[in-house]
T-cell receptor
Framework: RKEVEQDPGPFNVPEGATVAFNCTYSNSASQSFFWYRQDCRKEPKLLMSVYSSGNEDGRFTAQLNRASQYISLLIRDSKLSDSATYLCVANTGGGADGLTFGKGTHLIIQP | DTAVSQTPKYLVTQMGNDKSIKCEQNLGHDTMYWYKQDSKKFLKIMFSYNNKELIINETVPNRFSPKSPDKAHLNLHINSLELGDSAVYFC?????????????FGEGSRLTVL
């Protein structure tokens, strides 16, 4: 069983719409979670950390559900520039060796 | 200024050759990493160095060897290249090794083995 699973998509969404996708993790001991964004043929960049209480950064909202072991990312009022692959990351161990990346969800915002 | 820079960006080579990829970070971070992203886009950690010491070494072939001359550099040397080594290799750094800090990635080095 994969440790961090995501729906690879692609998700085709019209500009201005709200889109949400989830990520599930298998290790209940995971303590920290992140969403990274990766543009085509570029490096991953941190989008936001995911806190137990949930957090919001502009149009982006991340939430953690420990009981069901999933993390969600909500994007409101989507822009063309939001088109990218979104990587879910869980810390399944004590150190950086425990950072496990999901394969990513490919999002395409259409005009 | 590029925070994490790696060279070369593209590398095309024949099976059996030996090649190196260099990485430098100017962020003053204590930990550096090498990640491999294969054709299925799966990003997997290969090595990390913390204060010039190898902290983790994932189950990668011993044909891969990291070299860190100082805290700001972590180079990746690959011997006897195989077709399956074709991938994008990302160098990264972080301030802390706890797994709670942000990872800063280089732009990647796309290796193609023919």
């Amino acid at each position: 069983r994969k440790e961090v699973e995501q729906d690879p998509g692609p998700f085709n969404v019209p500009e201005g719409a709200t889109v949400a996708f989830n990520c599930t993790y298998s290790n209940s001991a995971s303590q920290s979670f992140f969403w990274y964004r990766q543009d085509c043929r570029k490096e991953p960049k941190l989008l936001m950390s995911v806190y137990s209480s949930g957090n919001e950064d502009g149009r982006f909202t991340a939430q953690l559900n420990r009981a069901s072991q999933y993390i969600s990312l909500l994007i409101r009022d989507s822009k063309l520039s939001d088109s990218a692959t979104y990587l879910c990351v869980a810390n399944t161990g004590g150190g950086a060796d425990g950072l496990t990346f999901g394969k990513g969800t490919h999002l395409i915002i259409q005009p | 200024d590029t925070a994490v820079s790696q060279t070369p960006k593209y590398l095309v080579t024949q099976m059996g050759n030996d090649k190196s990829i260099k990485c430098e970070q100017n962020l003053g971070h204590d930990t550096m990493y090498w990640y491999k992203q294969d054709s299925k886009k799966f990003l997997k950690i290969m090595f990390s160095y913390n204060n010039k010491e190898l902290i983790i070494n994932e189950t990668v072939p011993n044909r891969f060897s990291p070299k860190s001359p100082d805290k700001a550099h972590l180079n990746l040397h690959i011997n006897s290249l195989e077709l399956g080594d074709s991938a994008v290799y990302f160098c990264a750094s972080s301030q802390v090794f706890t797994g709670h800090g942000e990872l800063f990635f280089g732009e990647g080095s796309r290796l193609t083995v023919l």
